[in-house]
C-alpha cells in the first residue's frame, strides 16, 4: 500500500513502484519530466477513490512484462489533490495518460482502454517524435 505516498493511507502504490513512477506535483512537474531527457515520458493522472483508476493501475500489473517493453518513463500525478495540474492539461477524467518528449506533450489516453489501446497511443507517440525529428534531419542516436 501506498509505501512514500505521504498522506494519501488506503491508495495502493504498487503500480507506482512497479513501474518506477516519479511522482509529480505543480511545482515539481516541468523540472522533473526533463529528467526524462530523450525518452518518451508517460504521466499517469490519478485521482484518490477514483474506480477507473484502481481497475488501470491493478489491469496494468496484470500484464506488467508488456507494458515495461513499451520502454516508457513513467511519472504518476494525484490530479485530486493537485488540481492545477488537471486544470494545466485541461483534464475532464482519469485516469488520463499524457505523453511527453523533452518535454513537448506528444497526445494522451483518456481512460484505460486495455493494452491494444494504450500501445496505440504509445506508437502514435513515437510517430510524432520520428516525424519531429525527420523534419530537423535528427536521426535516432544523433
Known amino acids: 500500500m501506498a509505501a512514500g505516498l505521504p ?3 488506503g491508495v495502493d502504490g504498487t503500480a507506482f513502484e512497479a513501474f518506477s513512477m516519479r511522482e509529480l506535483t505543480l511545482a515539481t512537474f516541468d523540472e ?3 529528467e526524462a531527457g530523450d525518452a518518451l515520458a508517460v504521466v499517469f493522472f490519478w485521482g484518490v477513490d477514483c474506480f477507473n483508476c484502481e481497475v488501470a493501475k491493478k489491469t496494468m500489473l496484470a500484464q506488467r512484462e508488456a507494458i515495461q517493453s513499451l520502454d516508457l518513463r513513467w511519472f504518476h500525478a494525484n490530479v485530486y489533490a493537485d488540481m492545477a495540474l488537471g486544470k494545466r492539461f ?4 482519469v485516469p488520463t495518460f499524457v505523453f511527453f518528449h523533452r518535454g513537448k506533450t ?3 489516453a483518456t481512460g484505460w482502454h486495455g493494452l491494444p489501446q494504450f500501445r496505440l497511443a504509445v506508437a502514435a507517440a513515437r510517430e510524432k517524435i520520428a516525424a519531429a525529428q525527420a523534419k530537423t534531419g535528427l536521426q535516432k542516436g544523433s
Open 7 to 9: 498522506g494519501m493511507a
Open 32 to 34: 522533473r519530466l526533463r
Open 90 to 93: 485541461g483534464l475532464h477524467g
Open 106 to 108: 506528444l497526445g494522451r
